[in-house]
């Protein structure tokens, strides 16, 4: 089999630095399996918003508090979700911002097509 590359030496390089190594590209799974599923996106969305509790997300949502808590639980060991405490009631938040406009970046892709 040949081995000659049509690409110059200069973009084969640029690609070889910009594509992310193993690891990086089993964490980047990691992240984007967050936005793989339709409550956790529901959820995020209203974490946007606002902080909330378990309660008030599966009311807002119209969710089963049992799949809100389980989301949530998963959100969390993401590291996608932040808690407070407030006495009995936790509220959830999203960690970082950015989580959102990851979010937003996926509604105007789509949005072009």
Do not use: W
Request: with cysteine; aromatic share 8%.
């Amino acid at each position: 089999m040949n081995n000659l590359l049509l690409l110059d030496k200069r973009t084969k390089s640029m690609i070889d630095d910009y594509v992310p190594q193993k690891e990086m590209l089993i964490e980047l799974v990691d992240f984007f399996s967050i936005f793989a599923d339709v409550t956790r996106l529901k959820i995020i969305s209203a974490l946007a918003i606002s902080e909330m509790c378990v309660t008030d997300i599966s009311r807002t949502l119209f969710l089963n508090q049992t799949t809100v808590s389980h989301q949530l639980r998963l959100l969390k060991n993401f590291g996608a979700v932040t808690t407070r405490r407030d006495g009995k009631i936790i509220f959830y938040s999203l960690k970082h911002e950015l989580l959102n406009d990851v979010l937003l970046k996926g509604v105007e892709f789509l949005s072009y097509n």
